[in-house]
């Protein structure tokens, strides 16, 4: 399956991601991840995103175009990949559009995770990730173990300050893309309010049905 997942910043693709690829067996392409590992590579494409996602900015398209395009190649990409946070503009949908059809492919879904400006702020507040095995915690929704409490880490732009930048660039840049799947047909909503189990279960529901 070829999925797409549309949702503001802290509205939970990556915590449903890791329950879709486990189910349907499809890499997670994750464009912030491939940004901030390039950013800790210190490569001089690092530099640049940096000054982009340190100011809550979108990073120009062009460079995350090409970026996409070199992973979608690659082989366990063959049997079907769930794009998390790409595309962000009409311009890089439209760049989606024609790579899939150069590869004789189109998307099945495109997963859409609504959760309101006002749940976010404390959802990414309080988000802090594992560097060892990228898990995913909450300080209050999601608490990690006590044995690993020490080595989390909270990303530098999960502030309220840059995530209302975030959340600007969201609503000016990326909800364009809304009407421009449901046209297409492919926009399946889903409200990403509730636990995280019931939010998989509303998902499984629509990729299987
Ligand atoms: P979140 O999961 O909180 O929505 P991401 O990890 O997807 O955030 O993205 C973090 C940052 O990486 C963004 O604020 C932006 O600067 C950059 N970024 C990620 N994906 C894209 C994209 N498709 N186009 C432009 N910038 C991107
Ligand atoms: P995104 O990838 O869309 O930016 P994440 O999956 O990283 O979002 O989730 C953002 C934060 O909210 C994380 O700290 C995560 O543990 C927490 N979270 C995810 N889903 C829920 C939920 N249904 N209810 C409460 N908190 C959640």
Known sequence: MDLIFLGPPGAGKGTQARWI????K?????TGDIIRAAIRDHSP?????????????????DLVNRMVEDRLAQPDCKGGFLLD????????AKALDKMLEKAGRSL?????????????VERITGRRSDPETGNVYHIKFNPPPADIADRLIQRSDDTEEVL???????HAKTSPLIP????KG????????????????????????
């Open 45 to 61: 494409l690092g530099k640049e995103f940096k000054s982009y996602t340190d100011a809550g900015k979108l990073v120009p398209d």
């Open 164 to 170: 209302r930048q975030r959340l600007d660039e969201y």
């Open 21 to 24: 690829i486990e189910e349907f």
């Open 108 to 120: 099945d879904h495109v997963l859409l995770l609504e959760v309101d400006d006002a749940v976010l």
């Open 186 to 209: 492919l926009l399946r909503r889903i409200k990403g309010v509730g636990t995280p189990e019931n939010i998989r279960d509303l998902i499984f529901g629509v990729l299987k049905g």
């Open 180 to 183: 421009f799947y449901e046209e």
């Open 26 to 30: 499809t890499p997670q392409i994750s």
């Open 85 to 92: 946070g790409f595309p962000r503009t009409v311009v890089q």
